[in-house]
Nanobody, 120 residues
Framework: QVQLVESGGGLVQAGGSLRLSCAAS????????MGWYRQAPGMQRELVAT???????NYADSVKGRFTISRDNAKNTVYLQMNSLKPEDTAVYYC??????????????WGQGTQVTVSS
């Protein structure tokens, strides 16, 4: 069994910052890439940022220069530092990871989501 648990969401004023964390636990052999997605009300889930095991990163255009994704491989944890937040960043943020389990299976896992609300 593998779990992803997010933390760090909340309410912040426009221009403020938040840091999200996502820790993976369970029968993990290795983690390939990890990432963050978000879903605003009435909208489709969209990519925010991804990071490979070798620290190659990819960002949505809407967050480039404001958000930074990082990971701690020893802790099986991925972070999302969000600066200069805007009201349009308001969404539920989901952690995602491509994990090889101890049984040799590769699968995508999702966290339960954490709410980020940016007030104007």
């Amino acid at each position: 069994q593998v779990q992803l648990v997010e933390s760090g969401g909340g309410l912040v004023q426009a221009g403020g910052s938040l840091r999200l964390s996502c820790a993976a636990s369970g029968s993990i052999f290795s983690i390939n890439y990890m990432g963050w997605y978000r879903q605003a009300p009435g909208m489709q889930r969209e990519l925010v940022a991804t990071i490979t095991r070798g620290d190659s990163t990819n960002y949505a255009d809407s967050v480039k220069g404001r958000f930074t994704i990082s990971r701690d491989n020893a802790k099986n944890t991925v972070y999302l530092q969000m600066n200069s937040l805007k009201p349009e960043d308001t969404a539920v943020y989901y952690c995602n990871a491509n994990i090889r389990t101890n049984w040799g299976t590769d699968r995508m896992y999702w966290g339960q989501g954490t709410q980020v609300t940016v007030s104007s």
